[in-house]
């Protein structure tokens, strides 16, 4: 398998720019891209958060709920890895604030939209500036991990998942009283994005031109032969499905389980929310850091087998206790996609940007179909029966025994 230009980045000590220490230059770097996750990842959020509203002001039905999910999701999924695949042969430094500045469009158009067609139009907007940055700047936090590949993909991932936290508890106290026309004020974040992103573009330039001036050097391969690959990424795809389809019965549906089943406030129940995003941010952040230091396939089977006692509870919790389960398994399903990007990224080396937006893109697809088909079931029986039926997701955890260690043969001692 040929190395590419893009994938020697990883194993290269960045020279300084600016005159910074490199140390300090790649914390920067990783912190910026961070950042902008989690800004971008707090603008999409607005999305479930603001369902509600939605529901009530354009008359929408479940389906119609899952179906905007489903056209921000799905967008993002098909294009992700077709951008990714691309970037790994022809890097595109600006595409980031340029990624940016189309989820820019859909804000405003999700302010103003005044029909249920204009609200999808925004949503794929969504999607589309979700697939250039993910897969770009999953890259750069790649480039910017100094080899701590599991840490960097943490704190790059947390970045999100805590924006995913933030913009529920925002939208409860800025769009809620204004109505549509609050999610207008996150177009600063969106501007604040495209001027940090241009900054991280131009370090990102930096060191593509640093590169062709210096030899590549090799990365270490395993010996899996190209079925092994195949199937191995199969089961990882697998354990995202599993993952994913459960979390989109949380992101899309949790508000409405607690309002249907506790009668609690919308106010209330955007709170409950806001706890659990920031679960599944903690969870994020611990994932990445133990998968470097005892192995990503033991955090893949603690996260997603683990938490399968937890949601065969969650149903038939009372209040308390759901929002005490719903934190445990935010915190132990969300340790496991840093590791499985990881080491989905060490079965084919050189490949970061269609690894990346492959696995990003998959998680979306499977984000957005399952709030689909979750919408419709709730449509047909109920909301706490979907809770009910997504409980046995976790069991797919199971298939984390077919997968190879890779890390000895790669480290020669577990990463």
């Avoid at 430094?93 to 005044?114: D, K, N, Q, Y």
């Avoid at 249920?116 to 750069?140: D, K, M, Q, Y």
């Avoid at 998942?161 to 939208?171: H, Y």
Wanted: with cysteine.
């Amino acid at each position: 398998m040929t190395t590419s230009p893009v994938a020697t980045i990883e194993v290269q000590a960045p020279k300084p720019l600016s005159g910074a220490s490199p140390e300090g230059t790649l914390l920067r770097v990783l912190a910026a891209v961070s950042f902008c996750h989690l800004l971008n990842d707090m603008i999409q959020s607005l999305l479930p958060s603001i369902y509600p509203i939605l529901k009530s002001s354009f008359h929408l039905n479940f389906s119609q709920i899952g179906l905007i999910t489903l056209t921000f999701q799905i967008t993002a999924s098909l294009l992700q890895p077709f951008i990714g695949h691309f970037t790994d042969r022809r890097p595109l430094p600006w595409s980031l604030p340029i990624g940016m500045s189309c989820t820019l469009v859909g804000l405003v158009l999700l302010a103003f939209a005044p029909t249920f067609t204009l609200l999808l139009i925004a949503a794929s907007l969504f999607g589309v500036g979700s697939a250039i940055f993910h897969p770009e700047s999953s890259r750069v936090a790649r480039m910017a991990s100094g080899g701590k590949h599991g840490f960097a993909q943490s704190f790059f991932q947390v970045g999100g998942n805590a924006g995913s936290a933030i913009g529920p508890l925002l939208a409860a106290f800025i769009i809620l009283p204004q109505g549509q026309i609050g999610v207008l004020w996150f177009s600063l974040a969106a501007i604040t994005a495209i001027a940090v992103l241009s900054w991280v573009g131009r370090w990102y330039k930096e060191r593509l031109e640093h590169l062709q001036r210096r030899a590549a050097h090799p990365d270490h391969h395993h010996n899996l032969s190209r079925n092994q690959v195949g199937f191995a990424l199969f089961i990882l795809m697998m354990l995202v499905f599993s993952k994913y389809f459960y979390i989109a019965s949380l992101t899309s549906y949790y508000t409405f389980y607690l309002i249907s089943r506790f009668h609690v406030s919308v106010a209330s129940s955007q709170l409950h929310l806001f706890l659990l995003f920031g679960a599944i941010a903690a969870g994020t952040l611990i994932g990445g850091p133990i998968g470097d230091k005892i192995g990503r396939k033991y955090v893949i089977w603690c996260s997603i087998l683990g938490v399968l006692p937890f949601t065969l509870l969650l149903p038939y919790a009372n209040l308390f206790w759901t929002g005490v389960l719903s934190v445990i398994i935010g915190v132990v399903i969300a340790s496991a996609f840093s590791a499985i990007l990881v080491y989905a990224q060490e079965l084919v080396p050189g490949r970061v940007g269609m690894i990346s937006g492959l696995f990003f893109g998959f998680a979306f697809g499977m984000g957005g179909i399952g709030a689909a088909v979750l919408g419709k079931i709730a449509d047909m029986t109920s909301i706490v029966y979907v809770y009910q039926l997504c409980a046995y997701l976790p069991a797919i955890g199971l298939l984390t025994g077919f997968l190879p260690n890779i890390e000895p043969a790669r480290d020669g001692k577990r990463s």
